[in-house]
């Protein structure tokens, strides 16, 4: 966990400003031994939502021992280069990826639930290892998507005042809590930030966040317009993510009985149709699937690794980091059964870097 000073100079408003106050950070940093075995592959930063700038991301991995860091921001990749250069700066080699919406419609899941609370037939998918010369080409795509989610996300705002009895402007109150002029996402998170903020403006930053988490789980479905125009279809987000050189993969979620973060209240997911569903995305191309073992059991976790063994596909892992209570370590990772998550991770940052490890 960084120290708020820290954390103030490392999320400046600048990316210069962040750079130029981590060189200055390292100097005087007391870093413990890179740890082999501690990979996280999926990290917000606050160009989607986050305490963390990429710059205060990969100075609290490195804080807590992890050997590599890859951030993977909702809608946007305009984090990626900064983040690149902060692992430079700290010797931390990083990967660089993005999270979006995809709609399932033409396929069996077109009607069902996967890995998405909020909405039937949209599923979560990440795009990895993206190689850094196309990363504009990743963040150009993504521009209009995110253009098209704020006409939603000024939607739910005007239903949280309705809901709330408190005032909610989209410009005033949401955009300014987000990197959207910088190329970032606004997500539904923002908007949750923005009604605890007008619920008590005194809170510190952990109360802040729990209470976002807590407005997640239980505020949003009051809200909650459906994503459209935002979320490609999955053919056509293939075909893109072929493009870039990226490797896409399924975010498998899983069936919750209890969330271990306090943002996702117990609800059933994919489990139900897993197996159907390893056969459609398999046969639609996608040939990865990351998850998150410390959010899994361990009969979920055999069965959605075996499906991958059957079907030859890339395994990735990484915890969901999006707020300030969470720590970048991965205990899981110990484990000798998961030598394959670590295994693939330093594939994912060999292949972005054009086959050759920094």
């Not at 804080?63 to 809608?75: N, P, R, S, Y």
């Not at 902060?86 to 919406?101: H, M, Q, S, Y």
């Not at 063994?309 to 969901?320: A, C, K, T």
């Amino acid at each position: 966990m960084i120290d708020e000073k820290i954390l103030k100079r490392l999320n400046a408003p600048t990316k210069k400003e962040r750079l130029d106050n981590l060189r200055q950070e390292a100097l005087s940093a007391d870093f413990p031994p890179m740890n082999p075995r501690f990979i996280n592959n999926h990290i917000h930063t606050f160009y989607s939502f986050s305490p963390y700038s990429p710059s205060a991301a990969v100075y609290a991995a490195r804080a807590e021992g992890l050997c590599t860091a890859g951030i993977v921001d909702h809608d946007s990749m305009g984090g990626a280069e900064e983040f690149i250069e902060a692992g430079k700066i700290l010797g931390l080699p990083v990967t660089v990826g993005v999270e979006a919406r995809v709609s399932m419609a033409g396929t069996p899941f077109e009607r069902l639930r996967t890995n998405n609370p909020d909405q039937l037939g949209v599923s979560y998918m990440v795009l990895h290892a993206v190689p850094h010369e196309n990363i504009p080409m990743v963040q150009a795509f993504f521009a209009p998507l995110r253009e098209a989610r704020n006409r939603r996300n000024r939607q739910m705002a005007q239903a949280i005042s309705r809901s709330s009895g408190l005032k909610i402007d989209f410009d005033r109150d949401v955009l300014p809590l987000s990197m959207f002029h910088d190329g970032g996402g606004v997500t539904e998170r923002h908007l949750m930030q923005a009604l605890a903020r007008k619920e008590d403006p005194g809170r510190g930053m952990f109360k802040e966040y729990d209470r976002i988490g807590e407005l997640k789980k239980d505020f949003i479905p009051r809200v909650y317009v459906d994503a459209t125009d935002e979320c490609p279809a999955v053919k056509d987000y293939i075909a893109f993510a072929g493009k870039t050189g990226g490797i896409l993969a399924y975010a498998y979620l899983g069936d919750v009985t209890q969330s271990p973060t306090g943002d996702k209240k117990a609800q059933a997911f994919e489990d139900a149709h897993l197996d159907e569903l390893f056969e459609t995305i398999h046969a639609l191309g996608i040939r990865a699937v990351t998850y998150m073992p410390t959010r899994n059991s361990d009969q979920q976790l055999q069965r959605v690794r075996k499906l991958c063994d059957g079907y030859g596909m890339m395994q990735i892992s990484g915890e969901d980091i999006n707020s300030p209570r969470q720590r970048f370590v991965i205990e899981k990772m110990k484990e000798e059964r998961f030598t394959n998550l670590i295994d693939s991770t330093w594939k994912l940052i060999k292949h972005e870097n054009g086959g050759i490890l920094p």
